[in-house]
């Protein structure tokens, strides 16, 4: 994108840099007006945040040097266009006590890489299923 010095300055990107964000449908932020709401040209998924948005915010986030905050954008990035159905399911299956076995966390984590190259998600859910599996997290509770 920009060098990282620069990067900084964008933030926060609605005020100084609307037109590096775009709704999935391609319109700009100084588009969503209350207006166009009104007026039936703004969809639910103009206010949804896209991928390319979230990379962006991890882009500003690690020129500041808050490393960590990047990478917590960048796997929000990896789910965003993920089904909200997935989400859940996964979601569940990394409760404690929800999963049966490590399989089972970890045929979720394929299914996240493979179907959405959620790579960062399923090599988390796969630490995650080695931690269940030391901690003794698989008993079925419920």
């Known amino acids: 994108m920009t060098n990282s010095a620069k990067l900084i300055e964008f933030y926060p990107l609605a005020e100084n840099r609307p037109d590096l964000v775009l709704t999935s ?3 700009t932020l100084d588009t969503l007006t209350l207006d166009a709401v009104m007026a ?3 969809s639910a998924a103009d206010i949804t945040i896209t991928p390319a948005a979230l990379v962006l915010q991890a882009e500003i ?3 500041a040097q808050r490393d960590r905050l990047a990478e917590n954008l960048e796997r929000a ?3 965003a266009t993920v089904p909200q159905t997935v989400l859940l399911a996964a979601y569940e299956i990394l409760r404690p006590g929800r999963a ?5 966390i970890l045929a979720m984590a394929e299914r996240l890489r493979r179907d959405f ?3 960062r998600i399923a090599a988390m859910m796969e630490e995650a ?6 901690r003794g ?3 079925h509770r419920y």
Do not use: C, N
């Open 40 to 42: 039936g040209e703004v």
């Open 137 to 139: 997290l698989f008993t």
């Open 117 to 119: 190259g959620a790579q």
């Open 61 to 63: 986030a690690r020129s």
């Open 77 to 79: 990035a990896e789910l």
């Open 25 to 27: 449908s391609g319109k």
């Open 100 to 104: 049966k076995a490590a399989s089972d």
């Open 129 to 134: 299923a080695s931690a269940y599996q030391r």
